[in-house]
């Protein structure tokens, strides 16, 4: 396809930002737009065949509601946020345009997209959902449809449980009180990668994974889960029952 006029809303920095640098080196014309830019955007969503939305979890629905009546009825909305159920029913509703909702199953400082998972939901449409499954697979990526509740209730599990378990052991070892040079002293190889995930979770970007965390609808459910789990847990611990914890592993059985 010849190159396009391409807007990205939050193109200035993560994932958005990988996005505008990926089309532009494609040949298209890419406007990457952030906080400061919307008088910009009025003016030029209306002319761009393709929008993408790439903003913060917990802005992205007022941002499609911003920007979805902007986008012209021949042109393809596109949203790259972790959740897919809301910003997709948004996007139907708030625009006449063709509509795709996706999910990169990575973050912005990959180099290539060879072997990279992105999650693709239908909405409305043929043309532009083509055109950027095309371009995805071109680039190597390793493409998953998928209806969008399905999706997120996959997310409660391989997003919302990982991190509820990472900030459960950020808050317990902030509860202990042990430095920072103690535990590096005794670090083990799975200990360190843990580690590096807290600080990214507690120091790096706290606003992303409390965003993933807080608006899953399903986050309620795999909370319950994990409560139980912990529940059942304890007993065996406190009375040094290693049969009972092996036993407890089995009747659960295997993870998939």
Same mark, same amino acid.
């Given at each position: 396809?010849?190159?396009?006029?391409?807007?990205?809303?939050?193109?200035?920095?993560?994932?958005?930002?990988?996005?505008?640098?990926?089309?532009?080196?494609?040949?298209?014309?890419?406007?990457?737009?952030?906080?400061?830019?919307?008088?910009?955007?009025?003016?030029?969503?209306?002319?761009?065949?393709?929008?993408?939305?790439?903003?913060?979890?917990?802005?992205?629905?007022?941002? &499609?509601?911003?920007?979805?009546?902007?986008?012209?009825?021949?042109?393809?909305?596109? +949203? =790259?946020?972790?959740?897919?159920?809301?910003?997709?029913?948004?996007?139907?509703?708030?625009?006449?345009?063709?509509?795709?909702?996706?999910?990169?199953?990575?973050?912005?400082?990959?180099?290539?997209?060879?072997?990279?998972?992105?999650?693709?939901?239908?909405?409305?449409?043929?043309?532009?959902?083509?055109?950027?499954?095309?371009?995805?697979?071109?680039?190597? #990526?390793?493409?998953?449809?998928?209806?969008?509740?399905?999706?997120?209730?996959?997310? #409660?599990?391989?997003?919302?449980?990982?991190?509820?378990?990472?900030?459960?052991?950020?808050?317990?070892?902030?509860?202990? +009180?042990?430095?920072?040079?103690?535990?590096?002293?005794?670090?083990?190889?799975?200990?360190?990668?843990?580690? #590096?995930?807290?600080?990214?979770?507690?120091?790096?970007?706290?606003? =992303?994974?409390?965003?993933?965390? #807080?608006?899953?609808?399903?986050?309620?459910? &795999?909370?319950? $889960?994990?409560?139980?789990? =912990?529940?059942?847990?304890?007993?065996?611990?406190?009375?040094? +029952?290693?049969?009972? =914890?092996? $036993?407890?592993?089995?009747?659960?059985?295997?993870?998939?």
């Amino acid at each position: 396809m010849k190159s396009l006029q391409i807007g990205i809303v939050g193109g200035t920095r993560g994932m958005g930002l990988w996005l505008a640098r990926l089309l532009a080196g494609e040949g298209h014309r890419v406007y990457a737009w952030g906080q400061a830019s919307a008088s910009q955007m009025q003016r030029l969503i209306p002319g761009c065949q393709v929008v993408f939305v790439s903003v913060p979890l917990g802005v992205t629905r007022e941002v &499609i509601q911003r920007v979805g009546p902007l986008v012209g009825p021949e042109a393809g909305l596109m +949203d =790259l946020s972790s959740l897919k159920a809301e910003p997709l029913k948004e996007m139907l509703s708030c625009s006449f345009s063709e509509v795709v909702g996706l999910h990169p199953l990575f973050g912005p400082r990959v180099r290539s997209l060879k072997g990279k998972g992105v999650v693709v939901c239908r909405g409305r449409g043929s043309k532009w959902l083509s055109w950027v499954m095309g371009l995805l697979q071109s680039q190597g #990526a390793r493409l998953v449809e998928m209806d969008p509740q399905e999706h997120d209730r996959a997310m #409660a599990v391989v997003q919302v449980l990982t991190h509820l378990n990472t900030m459960s052991m950020g808050l317990v070892m902030k509860s202990r +009180d042990m430095g920072h040079e103690e535990l590096s002293r005794l670090a083990t190889p799975v200990f360190r990668k843990k580690m #590096a995930m807290v600080r990214k979770v507690f120091h790096e970007n706290p606003d =992303l994974y409390c965003s993933i965390v #807080a608006l899953n609808p399903y986050s309620a459910e &795999i909370l319950e $889960n994990y409560s139980r789990v =912990l529940a059942a847990l304890g007993p065996l611990v406190e009375a040094r +029952d290693q049969e009972g =914890l092996k $036993n407890l592993l089995k009747d659960r059985g295997s993870p998939p």
